[in-house]
C-alpha cells in the first residue's frame, strides 16, 4: 500500500510540476542555509592553531631564547621574535601590496607552517639578516600569474632584493583573513633594513596542547622576572592569548548563527506553511478522485496515507534540493577563498529530517481532512 501511495505521489507532483517546485522553494532555502552554516561553523573551528603569546616592545629578542631554555621542558613548544609591517612586493611587471612577517628560524612549529617548496631559513641567515624569504600560495599567484617555480626567484620587498626560497604550504582562510597573503622573512633583516627599526613587536610562543594556562602564568613570572618587577605592580608587557581570540570570534559567530539559524527556522516553517496550503488546494482539486476512491473501498486510512505521503515527498525532494545548493555553495566558498568548509554528513541527515518532519506537520491537516470527506458529497462535487 505504501509503495502505491508513493507512486500516486510521484505522479501527482510531475503533473504540477511548477507549482511543486514554487512550494518547495522555502524548504531548499531553509535546509541549504542550516548545511552551510554547519560548514562554515566546522571551518572556523578548524582555524583554531596554536596559542599565540605577544608582548609589548619592552621585550628583546633573546626573551625568545630564554623562555624556550627555561620552559621548553614543562609548558612551552617553542618560541620566536616577530615583526610585522605591509610592503608592496615586486617582480618583474607584477607588483603586489602584502603583509611581511619577520620571525626566527623556528616559525614552522611555533605557527603551524610547512615549507611546500625549497626551505626554509636557517639561525645562520637570521644572524646574518640574510635577504631571503618564503612566500604564501597567493602572493605566489599574483606575482608569477603565469606559472614557474618561484623558489630562487628574487622579488623587490620595499626596496631590497630577496630571494624567494621557499613556497609556504596553504593554510587557507582564517579568522583574520587570508593566511596566505604574505611574506616571511628574518626578522633581523625585516626590523632592521625594512623597517629600520631596533626592536621586536611580539614575541611569538606555542604552548604544548592543553597547557596554555600554566605556559601564561610561567611566562609573567619568568619575565617579571628578567624585567625586575617588583610584587604588586603591574607588568610591563601584556599577554593575548589565541584562546582569547578564539573566545570572542567565536561568542560573534554564534550571534550570527543565531540570525542565521532564525532566517533557515523561517525559511522552513514559511515552506511548510506553503506545503500545507498546497496540499488544501489539492483536496479540494482532487474532491471527486477522492469520492471514487472511496466508493470503490479504500479505507480512510488509506487516503490519510496517500496525501500525507505527498507532502512528505513534496518535503523530502525540497530537502535534497536544499542539500545540492548547500553543496554548491560550500564548493563556491572553498574555491573562492580557500577555506576548508566540509559538507557535514550529520548535517545532511538533519536537513533530511527537518524536511520531512515538516512535510507530515504540514501535510497532515489535509490528508486528514481528505480522509474524512463524505462519499456522497465528494461524488457530487464539480
Not at 214 to 234: D, K, N, S
Request: glycine share 12%; proline share 3%; with cysteine.
Amino acid at each position: 500500500m505504501f509503495q502505491e501511495a508513493l507512486k500516486l505521489a510521484f505522479t501527482s507532483l510531475a503533473r504540477n510540476l511548477r507549482r511543486a517546485v514554487l512550494t518547495m522553494l522555502g524548504i531548499i532555502i531553509g535546509v541549504g542555509s542550516v548545511i552551510v552554516m554547519i560548514g562554515i561553523g566546522t571551518a572556523a573551528n578548524s582555524r583554531m592553531g596554536p596559542v599565540a603569546v605577544g608582548g609589548i616592545p619592552v621585550l628583546l629578542p633573546r626573551d625568545a631564547d630564554l623562555i624556550e631554555q627555561e620552559l621548553g621542558g614543562s609548558s612551552i613548544q617553542g618560541a620566536t621574535p616577530e615583526v610585522r609591517t605591509s610592503q608592496a612586493a615586486v617582480f618583474q611587471n607584477n607588483n603586489y601590496l602584502t603583509s611581511i612577517q619577520g620571525c626566527g628560524a623556528g616559525f614552522g612549529r611555533i605557527q603551524g607552517w610547512t615549507v611546500k617548496d625549497g626551505r626554509g631559513f636557517t639561525q645562520a641567515e637570521v644572524a646574518a639578516q640574510a635577504k631571503v624569504c618564503l612566500v604564501g600560495s597567493t602572493v605566489v599567484k599574483n606575482l608569477f600569474p603565469g606559472g614557474g617555480d618561484p623558489v630562487g626567484q628574487i622579488v623587490r620587498i620595499g626596496k631590497l632584493p630577496f630571494e624567494i626560497i621557499g613556497v609556504l604550504g596553504s593554510k587557507g582562510a582564517g579568522m583574520m583573513g587570508d593566511q596566505d597573503d604574505l611574506v616571511i622573512a628574518p626578522y633581523t633583516t625585516v626590523m632592521r633594513k625594512l623597517m629600520g627599526s631596533d626592536r621586536i613587536q611580539n614575541l611569538l610562543v606555542s604552548a604544548r596542547d592543553g597547557r596554555s594556562s600554566q605556559a601564561e602564568r610561567e611566562i609573567t613570572a619568568l619575565l617579571r622576572q628578567r624585567l625586575r618587577t617588583r610584587p604588586g605592580e603591574e607588568s610591563p608587557f601584556t599577554i593575548r592569548k589565541q584562546d582569547d581570540l578564539v573566545k570572542m570570534m567565536t561568542q560573534q559567530a554564534d550571534v550570527l548563527t543565531l540570525f542565521l539559524a532564525l532566517a533557515a527556522g523561517i525559511s522552513l516553517l514559511v515552506g511548510g506553511i506553503g506545503i500545507s496550503n498546497i496540499m488544501l488546494v489539492t483536496v479540494t482539486e482532487r474532491t471527486r478522485e477522492i469520492g471514487v476512491r472511496r466508493a470503490l473501498g479504500a479505507l480512510r486510512g488509506w487516503i490519510l496515507l496517500q496525501f500525507l505521503t505527498e507532502a512528505v515527498v513534496l518535503a523530502v525532494a525540497g530537502g535534497t534540493f536544499g542539500i545540492v545548493l548547500a553543496a554548491a555553495t560550500l564548493w563556491g566558498i572553498r574555491a573562492a577563498t580557500s577555506t576548508p568548509a566540509p559538507m557535514q554528513s550529520w548535517a545532511v541527515l538533519l536537513g533530511l529530517g527537518f524536511s520531512a518532519t515538516v512535510g507530515v506537520a504540514a501535510g497532515f491537516l489535509p490528508a486528514l481532512k481528505a480522509s474524512r470527506l463524505d462519499v456522497i458529497e465528494a461524488l457530487r462535487y464539480e
